[in-house]
Nanobody, 122 residues
Framework: QAQLVASGGGLVQAGGSLRLSCAAS????????MGWFRQVPGKEREFVGH????????YYANSLKGRFSISRDNAKVTGYLQMNSLKPEDTAVYYC???????????????WGQGTQVTVSL
């Protein structure tokens, strides 16, 4: 099973940008895709977006289209979540995970990374 390590979180002012990384090791992403989720305390983990590893096709939660974008570097086996025009409501722990198919359901993902905190201040 692949191991994923998410990084790049931090504190940013509203309107700013952050790029999160998710580095994979110990497994393969061939035939898989990488999903990004986020979670705030007391709430369920929320789907952010997904990228298919081979074709690089992306899919986003409707509410985040236009501000967030996902990419990947095959050679580095690393995925990226670029977040622009950040809002305080984007504050959450962001997670990456692996799935064999495009899905918005956390149950379809494995190899969850440890998460990285993103805090957006006014």
């Amino acid at each position: 099973q692949a191991q994923l390590v998410a990084s790049g979180g931090g504190l940013v002012q509203a309107g700013g940008s952050l790029r999160l990384s998710c580095a994979a090791s110990g497994g393969t992403f061939s035939g898989y895709g990488m999903g990004w989720f986020r979670q705030v305390p007391g709430k369920e983990r929320e789907f952010v977006g997904h990228i298919t590893w081979s074709a690089g096709s992306t899919y986003y939660a409707n509410s985040l289209k236009g501000r967030f974008s996902i990419s990947r570097d095959n050679a580095k086996v690393t995925g990226y979540l670029q977040m622009n025009s950040l809002k305080p409501e984007d504050t959450a722990v962001y997670y990456c995970a692996r799935s064999r198919w495009l899905s918005t359901n956390v149950r379809d993902y494995d190899s969850w990374g440890q998460g990285t905190q993103v805090t957006v201040s006014l």
